[in-house]
């Protein structure tokens, strides 16, 4: 892709639906208005490639974990035990009151004893050691698939959302009520998020300085809306983009969906 393409909805499901109500309820119109299904059919294959750029993301993400699940697989247990049966000799050759200094092989087999305890103790710290750094090799990896996203392990946290603190600078571009609410709830459980200005202009394939632009949503879903255009719609339950030119989109739409659909 070498320019931001903005969709009339966030998902394909909402292009979909809409181009199958068009043919079933306005067939005329099909015929008389043929670049806007066009369009429609655009939307779901730019959606399509946004989403297949994410879907390798993870892919690589994906082989990481498995390559560091296996590097974790080498590393042993502990040898705790070794260190235990270590000690119970080396207490056994310890001289007690009266005794004669150990001397000798005695000395050298309680010196042995107390090294094995040190080597036990060794291999455990080296095994933690290495234990820490490809964990922190998961979590640069996890980083890197995250970016700049907010995902919550609990989806409720996101809809708890209803202002941001200290209102960021982007905030000046969200649309009025409620569909604001809606986009900040959608942010902040991770399933859209924004692209910065230096996204944006690698993909108009233009230098990013200087822009000063509403910013651009992102979906999950492939959808890329202007964040000011951002609405949101009760009766088709979902998110559409809007148009000056337009009317909003008929809510008849979600009639077409497939039962194993939803977007």
């Given at each position: ?26 067939p ?17 294959l ?11 993301q ?6 990481t974990?498995l ?72 979590e640069?990896?996890f ?8 995902w ?5 946290e ?6 941001l ?9 969200l649309?009025a ?5 809606r ?37 999950s ?15 088709l ?27």
């Amino acid at each position: 892709m070498t320019e931001v393409r903005q969709t009339r909805f966030k998902d394909v499901c909402g292009s979909i639906d809409e181009l199958k109500r068009v043919l079933y309820e306005e067939p005329q119109r099909a015929v008389a208005e043929r670049a806007a299904l066009d369009s429609l059919v655009e939307d779901a294959l730019v959606m399509l490639a946004r989403m297949e750029l994410r879907l390798e993301q993870y892919e690589s993400f994906r082989s990481t974990v498995l390559a560091l699940g296996a590097a974790m697989q080498q590393i042993g247990g502990s040898r705790r035990a070794e260190g235990i049966a270590a000690a119970q000799s080396l207490r056994a050759r310890l001289p007690g009151e009266g005794d004669a200094p150990p001397e000798g092989e005695a000395r050298e087999a309680a010196v042995a004893a107390a090294e094995a305890i040190r080597e036990a103790a060794r291999d455990v710290e080296q095994k933690m050691s290495r234990y820490k750094d490809l964990a922190l090799d998961l979590e640069r990896a996890f980083r890197e698939v995250k970016g700049e996203r907010v995902w919550v392990l609990d989806a409720a946290e996101a809809e708890q959302a209803a202002a941001l603190p200290g209102e960021p600078v982007w905030a000046r571009w969200l649309p009025a009520s409620p569909h604001r609410e809606r986009i900040l709830r959608l942010l902040r459980s991770g399933a859209a998020h924004l692209l910065s200005a230096e996204e944006v202009a690698a993909l108009r394939g233009a230098p990013a300085a200087g822009e000063d632009g509403p910013p651009f949503v992102q979906f999950s879903d492939g959808g890329v809306i202007a964040l000011p255009r951002v609405r949101w719609s009760d009766e088709l339950r979902n998110v559409y983009a809007a148009d000056e030119s337009e009317a909003p989109p008929h809510p008849g739409g979600l009639r077409y969906r497939t039962p194993a659909g939803g977007a």
